[in-house]
């Protein structure tokens, strides 16, 4: 497909367990974003990644969540030690950065519950 | 910092006009959005506005600016059905980098 996929779309794990969720961007694109979407809650950007520059892990929560980028393109967002407040849609996009203007591609998104 | 508001609910009835109001924080910020997210999909953009203008219209959305009082709406005519979603708000400057959305507000179309 075309799009930017997620996978999995849904994961339920344990407190305390590792979880590692993966983003396909749109081919070409050299910019990619993961959000958190809490139930009623916007947006929380988590980290950004743009071409070979030092990501933004600005909105990283702590130090259990952590992100790589392979080759420009997959990106894993990793969460170690999971806890209940980790619960929530984890959102994926992607861009091409052309001039100013931005339109960020979004996948589906990763449901994830811990118990 | 920078920071987002809506209304977090909105009903209307089918065939009237739907207005979602946004309010930002960030007077630096060079592009506002309104992104469309429907039930268990990712957001999609409906469409952007250049913080030089301050109408922006585009079949049935039209977006206004106020950068004065870094106001922005959506308004959406004839609103059916299908237009029930949450409407995210967001602005970006410094080439997008910097992407701040609000919570969104959630649009509920009765017939």
Redesign the interface.
């Known amino acids: 497909g075309a799009g930017v996929s997620q996978s999995p779309s849904n994961k339920v794990t344990e407190k305390g367990k590792d979880v590692e969720l993966r983003c396909d961007p749109i081919s070409g694109h050299t910019a990619l974003y993961w959000y958190r979407q809490s139930l009623g809650q916007g947006l929380e950007f988590l980290i950004y990644f743009q071409g070979n520059s030092a990501p933004d892990k600005s909105g990283l929560p702590s130090d259990r969540f952590s992100a790589e980028r392979t080759g420009g393109s997959v990106s894993t967002l990793t969460i170690q030690r999971t806890q209940q407040e980790d619960s929530a849609v984890y959102l994926c996009a992607s861009s091409i950065l052309a001039g100013g203007y931005n339109e960020q591609f979004f996948g589906p998104g990763t449901r994830l519950t811990v118990l | 910092g920078e920071d987002?508001e809506q209304s977090?609910f909105l009903s209307v009835r089918e065939g009237d006009s739907s207005v979602i109001n946004c309010t930002y924080t960030d007077s630096s910020s060079?592009?506002l959005y309104w992104?469309k997210q429907e039930p268990?999909?990712?957001?999609?953009?409906l469409t952007?506005i250049?913080s030089n203008m301050d109408m922006k219209q585009d079949q049935r959305l039209t977006v206004l600016l106020n950068k004065k009082d870094k106001h922005l709406s959506l308004r959406i005519a004839d609103t059916q059905t299908g237009d029930s979603a949450i409407y995210?708000c967001a602005e970006?400057h410094n080439?997008?980098?910097n992407?701040?959305?609000?919570?969104?507000t959630r649009l509920s179309v009765l017939p």
């Open positions: 987002v977090l060079t592009y992104y268990g999909a990712g957001l999609q953009l952007y250049f995210f970006s080439y997008g980098q992407f701040v959305f609000g919570p969104g």
